[in-house]
C-alpha cells in the first residue's frame, strides 16, 4: 500500500463506494456519519451503476454524492475495475470504504490495482453462502486492510468462516442521529399533521414490503386476533415487490381495514414518533437501524429472535418471539394493546451508538491505517 504524502493538517481522502443508494442501513449509516467527519477525513459517496433515492437526496442537499457509472451489471469486469483505480489514483484517494457486497469486490480490487488501502464493512450477518460467492468473498476479505462488522458475533463467524485474524476485525455498530430520533414532545400533532388517528393505539414498523422482513407474519398474528375481537392498528412503512401479496394477504384475512400501507416516508422520523409500538419481525437483520431509531425515539419493541435483533436488545427482552411463532406474535400485540403495563418492560435501556461517536472511531481506524 502507497501511503500519499500530505501536507500538516491535511485530511484525509476518503470514498465511500456504494453500486446505488437505495434506501437502507448501510447508506443511511454513511449518509448519517458525513456531517461529523471533517475535518480529519475528507468523504466523498461514489454510485457506480446509479445515484438511488438517497444518493438524488443527498445531492439535493449538498453532500458530495457523484455518479461514476462503470459497473452496469454484477458481474466482474476487469477494465471497470482498472478504471475505476485509475479514477482513484487521479482523485489521490486514501482509503476506499465499501459497505455492500459487489461494492466491496469492485472496490478491493481496485483498490489493490491502485496501490490504495480498502475497508470492508460487512454491514449484514453471515448466512449461507454460496461455493462461487464464497470464494470472491474469502479474496476481498483477505485482500482489505480492514474488516469493521456491526457486532462481536459477525466477527467471530468472519474468523471461524474464512480464517482471517481478529485482528483485522473491528466492530463498529450501526449508528443513528440522537438529535433527530428522540422522543415526541406531542405524539398526537405529529398524527395530525401526518393525516393519521389521533388516539388510535399504533403498532409499526419501518422496512422494506420484502419477504425477509416476514410482514406475513403480522398479519397473520392480526387474523389470530381479530377471533378474539381484538383489532389494533398496523402501520407498514415502506415499500417493496410484497406489496400487492400482503394486501391480497390481509383481505383474505378480513384484516385489511387494521392496516395503513404507508408506503415509502422521507424523513421517516415523524412516522416513527407517531407510533405507540415498533414492532420488526423479521426472519434476518444484520443490525436494523430502524429499530435503533424506534429505541432512540422511546418505543417499546416486539422483534423476532434472530442475531441481528438480539445483538441490539439482548437475548433477554420480554418482546421477543420466533419468526414463525405467529400465537406468540399475536399474544404480545394484544397484551401491548389491551394493557399499558406491558409496555414499560418493552421499551429497551440499552446505549444507541451515536453517529457522532461512529464517525469519531471510523476516523482513528483511518489514521491508523495509513500510520
Sequence with gaps: MKVRQRAPGEALNVVYLFIGMPVGGAEDFALGVYPHLSPDVNARFICLRELGMLGEEAQLAGIPVELLPIFLTKRVNPLAIWRLSRWMKVQQIDIVHSQTYHAHLFGVAAARLAGIAAVVHQQKTLGKISIHKGIFFRWLLRNTNKILTLSSQTS????????????????????????????????SQIRKKLGLPENDFLIGTVASLHPVKNHKATIEALAILAKQECR?????????????????????????SQILFAGRQRPVVPWMQALDLFLLPSFWEGQALAMLQAISCGLPVLASRIEGN???????????????????LADLLQAAFQSGSILSPLRSSVEVPTCRNAAKHLKQIYWDIVS
Design 310 to 328: 438480539t445483538a441490539i436488545l439482548g437475548s433477554v427482552h420480554p418482546g421477543l418471539f420466533e419468526p414463525d411463532d405467529h400465537g406468540k
Design 156 to 187: 467471530a463467524d468472519i474468523v471461524k468462516q474464512f480464517s482471517i485474524p481478529i485482528s483485522k476485525i473491528e466492530v463498529v455498530p450501526n449508528a443513528i442521529d440522537d438529535i433527530s430520533f428522540c422522543p415526541p414532545v406531542d405524539r
Design 232 to 256: 389494533p392498528k398496523v402501520l407498514f412503512i415502506g415499500d417493496g415487490p410484497s406489496g400487492p401479496e400482503l394486501e391480497r394477504l390481509a383481505r383474505e384475512h378480513g384484516v385489511l
